[in-house]
């Protein structure tokens, strides 16, 4: 992910965290002076989703500038993972989806203001945003994995990495994984940065590392170009990629998290992986 993204992200949550320290006592003590003054609060409503039912339309905030998970074309259309898993889930529902594109860094304050239902935009978990928004399961891990050339397949955990030559991109989180596991795990693996993932990846198809961790992302382009495999069942890093709502939509992301575990054992999302990161001509 660029770390535009995260950099905006980590403000967002640092404002909020602010304000959480601030009014978490006030908040408190007004809860339960309410709940004393008019007894059990009844089931909270979901106006969005009361909405969505009666509009036959759900609205999807996006940032609609990072292929392959979404992107807006001249003509208007919008293409991408994204798109089509909000799609899905639209068509689930039994509802119409409208996308509104709005940049990264105000994608949280545009579901608060009530401009869009939901964020599906490549969006990681930020435990500190927790009370904030609420989040839906992970449908996307976008960690750092293990490369080995296609054919290959010497490496089963990651203390079968010792005495591996090693590939990694300069400065990356699978570059501090790496170190970790060399000082603090012991792991005698030979460590090689490179300025590129795709230097890294050459090195690999040259035979000059033994494999190569790279984000997800980047290993399914790769693994669509030919050559290499993802070695399965290893993630270095936790990237999950979630769908957020508002506080007030429980009902929509009981909704939402009902159909992506629909969606993950039917294989769809599976497919939506195949379509758009493994897909060379994509």
Do not use: C
Request: hydrophobic share 45%; charged share 25%.
């Amino acid at each position: 992910m660029p770390a535009g993204r995260w950099d905006a992200i980590r403000r967002y949550g640092r404002d909020r965290r602010v304000l959480v320290v601030l009014t978490a006592s006030l908040g408190l003590i007004a809860a339960l002076a309410l709940l004393f003054t008019v007894g059990p609060l009844a089931p909270q409503r979901d106006l969005t989703w009361e909405r969505i039912q009666r509009q036959g339309v759900m609205r999807v905030g996006m940032d609609a500038s990072y292929p392959p998970f979404e992107v807006q074309l001249q003509d208007g259309s919008y293409h991408g993972y994204d798109v089509d898993l909000a799609r899905e889930i639209g068509s689930r529902l039994g509802v119409g989806v409208e996308f509104v594109n709005v940049h990264f860094d105000g994608l949280y304050d545009a579901l608060r203001a009530g401009k869009f239902d939901l964020i599906i935009s490549a969006l990681p978990y930020d435990q500190f945003l927790t009370r904030d928004v609420l989040y839906s399961h992970s449908y996307f891990n976008a960690g750092q994995v293990i490369l080995e050339r296609e054919g290959e397949a010497s490496v089963k955990s990651l203390y079968d990495l010792a005495g591996q030559r090693v590939g990694v991109e300069l400065g990356s989180a699978g570059h501090e994984r790496l170190r970790t596991l060399q000082r603090e795990k012991g792991v005698a693996l030979q460590l090689t940065a490179f300025t590129t993932p795709e230097e890294a990846r050459d090195a690999l198809l040259n035979g000059k590392v033994d494999v190569v961790v790279v984000d997800a992302i980047t290993a399914y382009e790769f693994v669509g170009r030919g050559g290499v495999h993802v070695v399965e069942g290893i993630l270095l890093t936790d990237e999950p990629y979630v769908i957020a709502v508002a506080l007030q939509s429980p009902i929509l992301l009981e909704k939402v998290n009902g159909i992506l575990v629909q969606l993950r054992e039917e294989g769809v999302l599976d497919a939506l992986r195949e379509r758009w990161l493994l897909s060379a001509d994509e």
